[in-house]
């Protein structure tokens, strides 16, 4: 399982960005899937954050092209809502704190469902 987390500079001990087609980053936390235990964890850039337009879009692709599963963060615009929902990626909307007491918030939700 493949959970990204959307960032400004990168890395669980990162906050969470406030704009998700626009977060300059993603971090990328790799997950044994039945275990759950990390097994990798790796940033990438969001070359969206720089786009004119459609920039919500373009993070979902590099999502996308990723293989992520879950995705944490602020509240996608309704297009790239629409394109994580097409796409089979699960949305935990969570502002205001680190990544990685974001995913261990949602691993602990996922582990009770």
């Known amino acids: 399982m493949k959970i990204a ?20 980053t993603f971090t990328i936390v790799e997950l044994d899937d039945s275990t759950f235990e990390v097994k990798n964890v790796y940033v990438v850039e969001n070359l969206g954050s720089k786009a004119g337009s459609g ?39 969570i502002t205001g704190m680190s990544a990685r007491e974001a995913l261990n918030r949602i691993l602990e939700e996922i582990k009770r469902e």
């Open 5 to 24: 987390i959307a960032t400004n500079k990168g890395g669980l001990y990162d906050q969470i960005a406030d704009r998700f087609g626009r977060a300059p």
């Open 55 to 93: 920039a919500g879009v373009r993070a979902v692709q590099k999502l996308v092209d990723e293989k992520v599963n879950i995705v944490i963060g602020p509240n996608p615009g309704p297009k790239a809502y629409i394109a994580l929902q097409q796409s089979g990626i699960k949305i935990y909307p």
